[in-house]
């Protein structure tokens, strides 16, 4: 829908427009919650609905036309079909006829699960099994219906009034094609952060867009129960390396059950063909609501981990109720396959030190990200195995 702007509401800055087209449609401006070359996320207030409201604010003269051509239509058509309890709701999408589209959104009222985690410290096995729950069901909510998010990181996940999860900023977001056998084709847009990333995204190569969704769960989860990084994103090339032999270390100062440390090992698995599904990820025991169990013991001080494939549902745990502290060394889970050796000092995963606003830029990763190969020409869409 087109809104026309009344005459003399003009400011150098648009400030002024948004104000008084947002008054028109029910809603009184409050702070800004966050901006970009071309959009910004305001506050506001809804008289209509009684409640806060989150507007996303896109200017069609500032922004790119890849942009505008791709990704803001499939933003404003995925947002318009969602509707599920753990993923923000989109109250109304409008433009102007001077070239600004208003989103108009649930408001994350408690901020982003990142700086939740930032001032809390890791969450224990408890909260994050539920977080984690109501996230993967939100997932598998949009993969049924052929939606894939690609941009899944922990500022894309607001937290209501009440701490659950809410999923947002579906800026990469897309409705997958299907081949004429059902299959689903294969992405070639290289979207997303680095530190979030699949591998076979950062090297550049035709990827399936879902399994790169589980992908970037696995180092959700990961974040949730260790409060750092499972790679250091500084060095895309040895960060690449560290994935693709499917090397995952775990803080030994968490004593994390013998379940979570299986499901992140799958979740992080370098073969798309190996890792997870969402439907196995709901029906791993540990997403599971624990009734009884005992407490796994971690390694001791200095001990390596290694892991043979473990099971996707092994024997179920209690986690220990140990406080948040901060990152210590870790104990690894060492490729399935190949002779034992000394692993190498790895650097400990960094937490990113500014929070991002709802992403309102889309580089794309393999202009700026340093492979460990050159990667090979993409080859023709294809449907997935």
Same mark, same amino acid.
């Given at each position: ?80 079909? =969602? ?51 109501? =996230? ?6 949009? #993969? ?95 960060? =690449?390396?560290?994935?693709?032999? #499917? ?25 798309? #063909?190996?890792? =997870? ?6 029906? #791993? ?101």
């Amino acid at each position: 829908m087109t809104e026309g702007t009344a005459s003399g509401t003009h400011s150098a800055s648009g400030t002024m427009d948004d104000t008084i087209v947002l008054k028109r449609r029910g809603y009184i401006m409050g702070i800004n919650l966050g901006e970009g070359s071309y959009a910004k996320v305001k506050s506001a207030y809804s008289e209509r609905l009684k409640i806060n409201v989150a507007v996303k604010i896109i200017d069609r003269k500032k922004a790119p036309t890849d942009f505008l051509e791709k990704f803001l239509p499939r933003e404003i058509e995925v947002m318009a079909i =969602l509707n599920h309890r753990s993923i923000i709701k989109t109250y109304e999408i409008f433009e102007t006829s001077q070239g600004k589209v208003y989103i108009v959104m649930e408001l994350g009222v408690q901020g982003d699960l990142l700086e939740f985690i930032k001032t809390q410290g890791a969450l224990q096995e408890d909260d994050a099994r539920k977080k984690f729950h109501q =996230l993967s069901s939100a997932i598998k909510y949009c #993969h049924d219906l052929d939606i894939v998010h690609r941009d899944l990181k922990c500022e894309n996940l607001l937290l209501d009034k009440d701490y659950n999860i809410k999923v947002s900023d579906f800026g990469f977001s897309k409705h997958c094609v299907r081949d004429d056998s059902g299959q689903l084709t294969l992405s070639k847009t290289f979207c997303g952060s680095a530190a979030y990333a699949a591998p076979e995204v950062l090297q550049g190569i035709p990827y399936q867009p879902k399994v790169y969704d589980i992908w970037s769960l696995g180092v959700i989860l990961y974040i949730m129960v260790c409060g750092s990084m499972p790679y250091d994103d500084s060095n895309i090339k040895k960060m =690449l390396r560290l994935q693709k032999e #499917h090397r995952v270390n775990f803080p030994r100062s968490k004593h994390l059950s013998s379940d979570c440390k299986d499901l992140i090992y799958h979740l992080l698995h370098p073969d798309v #063909h190996r890792r =997870l599904r969402i439907d196995d990820i709901l029906s #791993h025991k540990w997403v599971q609501p624990k009734i009884q169990s005992s407490v796994s013991v971690a390694p001791a001080l200095g001990e390596s981990s290694r892991s043979t494939e473990p099971s996707r549902t092994p024997e179920p745990t209690t986690p220990s109720k140990k406080p948040p502290t901060k990152p210590e060394p870790r104990q690894e889970a060492q490729p399935e396959a190949g002779p034992e050796a000394q692993p190498e000092a790895k650097p400990e995963g960094k937490m990113p030190v500014t929070r991002q606003p709802e992403a309102v830029a889309f580089p794309s990763l393999h202009q700026v990200q340093e492979s460990e190969e050159s990667p090979a020409q993409p080859p023709a869409e294809q449907p997935t195995q």
